[in-house]
């Protein structure tokens, strides 16, 4: 369904181009507007049959600005994956695969996967009754063939599934789904989010894209890092490739390479040097170590290399976060870099963080411990697993209320990926992100331009010289 705005904006309100899906803080004013007209019907009684506030319910919808023919602007609607056991719902965006060749695998399919189950089923129930060791071996064998066969069927069938999918761009080029990924295989549920099916019914209408908008709705997945009515951006493991070709032939901005702004070139500033290590105050921005992309190789280890030309090995003993500034520990000989190594390995580290916090935290001192592994579709986007994921504890104290926020200072006991600010975000750790996370974060103040989080103080025992060396950086902000 085609959403007329009333009134209608003016020509000065339309976007110049789509802004990118990928960066939640380029969500244009008309998508804003949009959204809370669909955030309005979600709270009405036509959606409280859909329960999206019970656990596991809730889900991304998202919202495409468009104008029509005769130059009319609008909005249409999307919900990702399914809405209450339902791919097609009046009023919403279809899905983008073809319904009759999906429902000649699925149906089939799905009997073939129910009728492995109920063979392993037996096959487990025999191996546990059995009480002769050969026996047991030989079914254990049976039971390892099963599941490799049931393997290699359901690759087939996800193949078969897939290659039900393709998409248009602008100029109605289309291509395959699988053609999008090649050579790698396309992850789960690629091609179900809201934005590839927005994008599919807009040139099925004749529309032009404006600006696309996410946004989460209802109760947090079971990995707690969506909240409702809050924006974010395209998943880039799912999304990248499908929206990048579907906004082939709009004028469009590209997604956001991070770390790859200008840094001044006295940065990183050094707070302690001697011959074996150097200490350095990363700036926020700035990588620790290169990243993939020609374009992020500036970062903290070429720029030492540059000033220590003699030093040879790896020189990080650990990173910090590309948002987070503070103080970092390099070595200048091999040795010294094995041995600070085996100093955190050992956590024998003193670190200590300084952050600001959304809203008010209670308590006064605490500890987290909620395991984490990357989100394997939206990275660098970590996220909490109790099944899956590596231990993650972090201490916590609060140091002060500040204007609806709270300054607190972190002890991370282990070393994870986005650790803190998961760990402040999530609902089961301080339920309050930290201020100006581009990736956790609920709000998007302009004035929040980098994240609120510095290593503000390090300590050990120097491994070559045995000083007790502590170096301190106050918080910027």
Known sequence: MFTPFAPQPTPDDLPAHVPTPFDRRAVHPLARRGAAELMAVLRGDAARGWHLDALGQGKMFGVLVAAAPDGTVGYLRAFSGMLAGAWEVDGWAPPTFDRATRDAVWGPGEAEMLAYATEREALVARIDASADRANVTRLTAELRTLDAARTARSRTLMR??????????????????????????????????????????????????LALAEFWWGAPPATGDRRAGVFYAACRGKCLPILSHM??????????????AAIDAAEPRTLYEDAHLVIVD???????????????????VARLRARYPEAEGQLIAHRLDMDTSGVLVAARHPTVHSALQRLFSLRQVEKHYVALLEGMVRGAHGHIHLPLRPDLDDRPRNIHDPVHGKPAHTEWRVLAHESGRTRVQFTPHTGRSHQLRVHAAHPDGLD?????????GRTLDDDDTRLHLHAERIAFVHPVTGVHVAVTSPAPF
């Open 282 to 300: 990363k700036p926020a921005g700035l990588l620790t170590v290169p990243g993939r992309s020609a374009h992020l190789q500036d970062c903290v």
């Open 160 to 209: 078969a599934i897939q290659e039900s999918y393709s998409f248009a761009d602008a100029h109605g080029q289309v291509q395959p789904l699988r053609a999008l990924f090649a050579p790698a295989e396309p992850p789960a549920g690629a091609g179900d989010c809201a934005g590839p099916k927005l994008l599919a019914q807009a040139y099925r209408m004749g529309l032009t894209p």
């Open 432 to 440: 309050a992100p930290i201020v100006g996370d581009r990736l956790y």
């Open 247 to 260: 906004l082939g032939g709009l004028p469009h901005a590209p997604p956001p390479l991070f770390g790859s």
